[in-house]
């Protein structure tokens, strides 16, 4: 049974900082893509960050280049959504997400696994 268990978020100020955690179990995490995508309340969802199953390519949403950071620990099965000066505009909530394919199916918006989700709020 794969799980992708997402932890991190909360309601923070502008400005600060989060870091989002999505710890996966049930499949070979190594040789996932994995992506953050975000819904904001009456908004289709986007995709926030990807990063391939190695670490060598990443891809970020033009509003949040230079701002928020995706890595991952293949040794603890785990990717990482840093946050940095955070605006309201990033209010939503942020799913993980896994696929083989990272150009085929995340840059596109397709995932095989799929996090429940956490509630990012950011006040002004």
């Known amino acids: 049974q794969v799980q992708l268990v997402e932890s991190g978020g909360g309601l923070v100020q502008a400005g600060v900082s989060l870091r989002l955690s999505c710890a996966a179990s049930?499949?070979?995490?190594?040789?996932?893509?994995m992506g953050w995508f975000r819904q904001a309340l009456g908004k289709e969802r986007e995709l926030v960050a990807a990063?391939?199953?190695?670490?060598?390519?990443?891809y970020y949403l033009d509003s949040v280049k230079g701002r928020f950071t995706i890595s991952r620990d293949n040794a603890k099965n785990t990717v990482y959504l840093q946050m940095n000066s955070l605006k309201p505009e990033d209010t939503a909530v942020y799913y993980c997400?896994?696929?083989?394919?990272?150009?085929?199916?995340?840059?596109?918006?397709?995932?095989?696994?799929w996090g429940q989700g956490t509630q990012v709020t950011v006040s002004s």
């Open positions: 049930g499949v070979t995490f190594s040789l996932e893509g």
């Open positions: 990063i391939s199953w190695n670490g060598v390519i990443t």
């Open positions: 997400a896994a696929d083989r394919s990272f150009s085929s199916g995340l840059r596109v918006g397709i995932a095989d696994y």
